[in-house]
């Protein structure tokens, strides 16, 4: 079974507005991490923001905020006042204790901002 | 700065060839990690090690093999490459118990021919 899920390949957001990107995961273990990387087009992987599952309050990080609903078990990505270099693949990753500490990864969304 | 530098950024190898990409990370981190990527499959683990000398096997191992004799640097091995691991492949490593982030290289964008 798939442990992250993002259900969006693509999404396209008008410059300067909002934009939300999905994940949800699966885990059975009560100690895990959350993280969302992006990865422009010349391929690094950028950290973006990390949620661990016991912290109480959703983390942000400048313009990103982390949307973390652990009875649904999603933590959806969203990234206010879109500018044109958000323009990227967004890739959400989870870390479980109990499993040595893999980052285990979701398929990622491209996310394109319009001008 | 962390730094993970992956030894080639491309390379192109020939089926049936002995493929060494190399890791090298300058943070004296535990963990390092090999993925690949491969478009709407996102980022899939194949080998991770925890120390010196120890591996575990990732979510696709086969066909790959790795090194760690030194804690800076991890080495994926393809010990006779072929056409399906034409791929991005990227490195990673991480502090062992302040599991924030991991670090990544650039990646190594390898076609096998």
């Known amino acids: 079974a798939q442990k992250i899920t993002q259900t969006q390949p693509g999404m396209f957001v008008q410059e300067k507005e909002a934009v939300t990107l999905d994940c949800t995961y699966d885990?059975?273990?009560?100690?895990?991490?959350l993280f969302w990387y992006k990865q422009p087009s010349s391929g690094e992987m950028i950290f973006l923001i990390y949620?661990?599952?016991?912290?109480?309050q959703n983390a942000t990080e400048g313009r990103y905020s982390l949307n973390f609903q652990k009875a649904r078990k999603s933590a959806n990505l969203v990234i206010s006042a879109s500018q044109l270099g958000d323009s990227a693949m967004y890739f959400c990753?989870?870390?479980?204790?109990?499993?040595?500490?893999?980052?285990?990864f979701g398929g990622g969304t491209r996310l394109m901002v319009k001008p | 700065d962390v730094k993970v530098t992956q030894s080639s950024r491309y390379l192109v190898k020939r089926t049936g060839e002995k493929v060494f990409l190399e890791c090298v990370q300058d943070?004296?981190?535990?963990?390092m990690f090999w993925y690949r990527q491969d478009p709407g499959l996102g980022l899939r683990l194949i080998y991770f090690?925890?120390?010196?000398?120890?591996?575990e096997k990732g979510d696709i191992p086969e066909g790959y093999s790795v090194s760690r004799e030194k804690k800076e640097r991890f080495s994926l091995i393809l010990e006779s490459a072929s056409t399906n691991q034409t791929s991005m492949y990227l490195c990673?490593?991480?502090?062992?118990?302040?599991?924030?982030?991991?670090?990544f290289g650039q990646g190594t964008r390898l076609t096998v021919v």
């Open positions: 990673a490593s991480s502090i062992g118990t302040a599991i924030r982030s991991a670090f």
């Open positions: 885990t059975s273990d009560p100690s895990y991490g």
């Open positions: 949620q661990g599952s016991y912290d109480q």
């Open positions: 990753a989870m870390r479980e204790v109990m499993a040595g500490n893999m980052l285990t």
């Open positions: 943070m004296d981190h535990e963990n």
């Open positions: 090690s925890y120390d010196v000398k120890m591996k």
